[in-house]
DNA sequence: GTATATGCAAAATCTTTGCACCGCC
DNA sequence: GGCGGTGCAAAGATTTTGCATATAC
């Protein structure tokens, strides 16, 4: 079920992308982690390992990873955030807890059930996500330390 | 159904806010307007009617106004987008016609439907948007001039 | 009259671009 | 070896902040 960082790569090559210690890093970094990433984020944690790291090359890299469709976008209000696409080939959406950025799916999609669209409109896309606390947020704000 | 520049006027001075003669043309523009207009969009707008006006005026006006739930805020992967709230006082979604950005309502909403959460996620709230092209820019897009 | 709104300027973010050098294939 | 990737610097774009002046109440 789980993408692997070697799925990622097989992934970006067969696009035509060449595979540097970074961009094996980040195929790595967005295999293991379950939360969308800001560029911010992804720029620390890779500014660790790269000492010399620039901003730039973390975005181009985020921007480029997603057109090839290897990450998925978010557009928050607290900003933009990255996760690996979801390797299952079914339509699906998200659950984000909005304290950790943990992502989760839904299978249900409410397309099948909308009715009433304006006269002649063409849907393109549709955005369903759910946002809230997950368990282990939610359980840390009940219990304040 | 449509909200009146009057009713966001007194909204706003319910709220303690002053009515000054931008803000009038603010609630005017927006009362008027169907679509979910960009912060330079507005600025644009407020500019030709007041020379000297400066951005910053603009921004803190429309998060004022978006503060007091006077507008919606939009957060598209184009920027940020501002239009009237909704006066139906009943839980409801939007469809968004990518090329003008006019808005239209939906009733449906898909949590009533929605199941297999994660064990323990407290839902705070969702976002269900319909994007496509409305009647006018499916018939433009169509045939190009 | 007083508190709030505005305009101006400047700064803080966030993101992109141009170019020379380096490294993957 | 050649083309694409990276780092550096700089520019753009967008949004925020501080303060003096103007204006609504």
Redesign the interface.
Known sequence: MKVTAEEIIQEMVKQGMRITDQRKTLAGLFAEEGSALTPKAVYEYMGRLYPGLSFDTVYRNLRLMHEMGVLE?F???DGIKFRVSCGENHHHHH?I??NCDKT?S???C??D???????????????????????DC??RRDTPS
């Open positions: 976008q557009v928050l209000e659950i807890c909005m989760y839904v299978t249900y409410p397309m059930a909308v009715s009433g669209l304006p006269e002649g409109f063409q849907v393109v896309k549709h955005k369903f996500e759910i946002y809230g606390l997950c368990e939610a359980a």
